[in-house]
């Protein structure tokens, strides 16, 4: 049976974005953001460059399309870690760890979310809904952890007295000192900064615990 040519042309037009994307990537990786022009870009996704102003408007929203790609991946890095653990706590603590691994793994999508506040200053109205859309998933999914772990018992009601602020205080901190072992990458080695953020999730998962 033949594909109806709606889907056909959304299917179509789907793989050219994503193409595009992809394109942006290597060439961000390779020329660095600045140094990127259109024309780069449309070379390495073989397209015209007027039929890539048809996807995009300019570099920045083929910038702030990367980083609706990152928050994506992380909100991956999420429910699996959601999935993979039975307690409210010990969710928590695998989101940590996987929110580390996805610093670790793809730094460019982490640096990318790390300048996501102010590229949606500058979005278009879509293209702030959809990546306020995927920072709320995230924060949702630490909420729902949290929620879990009051009503498991392994979390204290007598700290946790909103979820919401408690998410926004963990995601916070470990993000801090993300950026701190970054920042001091050449006088911190890789096992120490492993030992860091370990030492930094024990603190954190610890002050949530139950007595």
Do not use: W
């Amino acid at each position: 049976m033949n594909e109806p040519l709606k889907t056909r042309r959304e299917r179509e037009k789907q793989e050219r974005y994503d193409t595009i994307l992809d394109a942006a990537e290597c060439v961000f990786a390779e020329k660095g953001y600045e140094r990127t022009s259109m024309d780069d870009i449309a070379r390495t996704a073989s397209l015209s460059r007027a039929l890539l102003y048809v996807y995009f408007r300019d570099k920045a929203a083929i910038q702030r399309g990367i980083m609706l790609r990152a928050g994506q991946s992380l909100v991956d890095r999420f429910q699996n870690a959601l999935a993979q653990s039975d307690t409210g706590l010990a969710q928590i603590r695998a989101m940590g760890e996987a929110y580390y691994r996805f610093y670790q793994e793809e730094p460019d999508y982490f640096s990318a979310l790390t300048k996501a506040s102010t590229a949606m200053a500058e979005a278009e109205d879509e293209q702030v809904s959809e990546m306020l859309c995927s920072r709320n998933e995230l924060m949702q999914l630490m909420e729902a952890a949290i929620h879990k772990g009051l009503q498991d018992g392994t979390m204290s009601r007598a700290r946790i007295t909103s979820p919401a602020q408690t998410a926004l205080y963990l995601r916070g901190a470990l993000h801090g000192v993300i950026l701190l072992c970054q920042a001091e990458a050449a006088a911190l080695p890789a096992s120490q900064a492993d030992l860091l953020i370990q030492h930094s999730m024990d603190m954190l998962t610890h002050s949530l615990a139950s007595e």
